[in-house]
């Protein structure tokens, strides 16, 4: 996408074909515009499709563009924040709510591969969350009870099992959510679109969203070549937004994360590693993620942009790390690399905003948009077509809050990164 090899990688050479889409020009109506082509907003215009609703999706680049066609692909059950915080964090209410919904969120994902025939990947063998040391095994021994205490099917794994079903030592145990799975991302959010297509609504690529004026009482929404005109409008730009979107991004910091794929596996190795294709992370607060694709490439990633003198140190950590890991990868070659941003909120929770009348966002999904942004954009087309009021939402609505120090923080998530990487696995 963009000419840019390192932006989608691999996803973007296994992924089917886009569905065919063009930039907008001249003025159309809608009942909804949506503005973002990635789960939030696909899911979005689904939905609103689903009920015969005119829908337009605006986007500033291709479907996927954004964290949605770069990501490692591990539909999760739930936020970095444990069950019990979120009561506690955002009210029992909406605590309660949300847990309800993250919960589900991986079965909506799969229901709708299965419905609309998204040929994307999927696994439904759940997510490793592997444990570092004794403090990362009692932070997954914490996790399990707290799910198993509220009736999820989540196992904690210690021994032979957690080296049988990752394909290493270097584990304390593990967390199984059988909940989760693993999807291809780009392939899901193409998916998401042309289903929503197929069922009427539009979507317009290389469509920037730049302005938003009022035209007696209906949303006027214009791009560099056209308009759309409609009585609502939702944002779905998260961290990648642009222009009139611009103060989402603002409240998130940027963590950037990469990832790297290798040629395709030997029969005996990829037996060897994640035999039943569960996707896997670490505890590690640097962590790194793995799994495997459809044609048995294994795929690694950890924070770190694959830019400037950053580049090397990741590339050369992961080396190091993967033989670590799995020494019986030997001198595999790399085919793929490419990184993004996950935008990242001060409490870890998704922010919920109403920016004018009948103009909504979602975002800040803190590394973890498949579920939540299906189950979220879900939301939005419920609020839009008027099925639920902003109060039944699973989220507050919030003030848009710039983020304290978010350069800074930034910075210090690159350098830092860098630094944990030069001197990691060296030993
Ligand atoms: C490297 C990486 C790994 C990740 N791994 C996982 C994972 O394994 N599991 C998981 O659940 N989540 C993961 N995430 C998080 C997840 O990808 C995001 O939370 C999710 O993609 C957000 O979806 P979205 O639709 O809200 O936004 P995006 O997918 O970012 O889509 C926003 C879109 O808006 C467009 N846009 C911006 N401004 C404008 C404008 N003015 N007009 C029109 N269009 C505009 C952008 O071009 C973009 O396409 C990962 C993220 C990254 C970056």
Redesign the pocket.
């Known amino acids: 996408m963009n000419d840019d090899p390192r932006s989608h990688g691999l996803w973007e050479s296994s992924a089917p074909a886009a569905p065919a889409t063009r930039e907008l020009e001249g003025d159309l109506q809608a009942d909804v515009v949506i503005?973002?082509?990635?789960?939030?907003?696909c899911s979005a215009a689904l939905h609103l499709a689903q009920r015969g609703v005119r829908a337009i999706v605006?986007?500033?680049?291709d479907i996927?563009?954004?964290?949605?066609g770069?990501?490692?692909?591990?539909?999760?059950a739930g936020m970095w924040v444990m069950p019990d915080e979120l009561p506690r964090v955002l009210g029992a209410e909406y605590g309660e709510r949300l847990l309800t919904q993250l919960g589900e969120a991986p079965s909506v994902v799969f229901d709708l591969i299965e419905r609309f025939a998204i040929d994307c990947e999927v696994t439904r063998t759940g997510t490793l969350h592997c444990a570092v040391g004794r403090r990362g095994l009692e932070e997954i021994k914490e996790r399990a009870r707290q799910w198993q205490a509220r009736g999820a099917d989540v196992v904690l794994l210690v021994g032979k099992e957690v080296e049988r079903l990752v394909g290493t030592q270097r584990y304390e145990g593990a967390l199984l959510d059988r909940r989760a799975g693993t999807i291809q991302?780009l392939a899901y959010v193409r998916g998401l679109a042309k289903a929503a297509i197929e069922l009427g609504a539009s979507v317009f690529i290389r469509?920037?969203?730049l302005r938003r004026e009022d035209v007696s009482g209906r949303w006027k929404i214009s791009t560099a070549r056209g308009s759309v005109t409609a009585g609502c409008v939702l944002l779905?730009?998260?961290?990648?937004?642009?222009?009139?979107?611009a103060a989402i991004k603002n409240e998130q910091v940027r963590l950037p994360?990469f990832?790297l794929a290798t040629a395709p596996l030997s029969e005996r190795v990829r037996q060897s590693i994640l035999p039943e294709r569960q996707g896997a992370w670490d505890t590690k607060q640097i962590l790194s993620?793995f799994r495997l694709d459809r044609s048995g490439r294994l795929i690694f990633?950890s924070v770190g942009a694959l830019r400037g003198g950053g580049a090397q140190i990741h590339r050369d950590w992961s080396r190091r790390e993967l033989i670590r890991l799995f020494p019986q990868l030997g001198d595999v070659a790399i085919d793929h690399e490419w990184?993004?941003?996950?935008?990242m909120t001060a409490d870890a929770l998704p922010r919920l905003h109403i920016h004018d009348r009948q103009v909504f966002s979602i975002?800040g999904?803190n590394?973890?948009?498949?579920?939540?942004?299906t189950v979220m954009g879900r939301n939005l087309a419920r609020l839009a077509l008027g099925d639920v009021s902003i109060h039944d939402l699973p989220l507050p609505v919030t003030d848009v809050s710039p983020a304290s120090l978010r350069t800074v923080k930034e910075a210090f998530y690159e350098v830092g990164a860098q630094l944990a990487h030069f001197t990691g696995a060296r030993i």
């Open positions: 503005l973002g082509a990635g789960f939030t907003g605006l986007e500033k680049n996927g563009f954004g964290g949605s770069r990501n490692v692909g591990l539909v999760n991302p469509s920037a969203a779905a730009t998260d961290v990648y937004s642009t222009d009139i979107g994360y990832q993620s990633g990184f993004g941003m996950i935008g975002s999904y590394g973890r948009g498949i579920g939540p942004g």
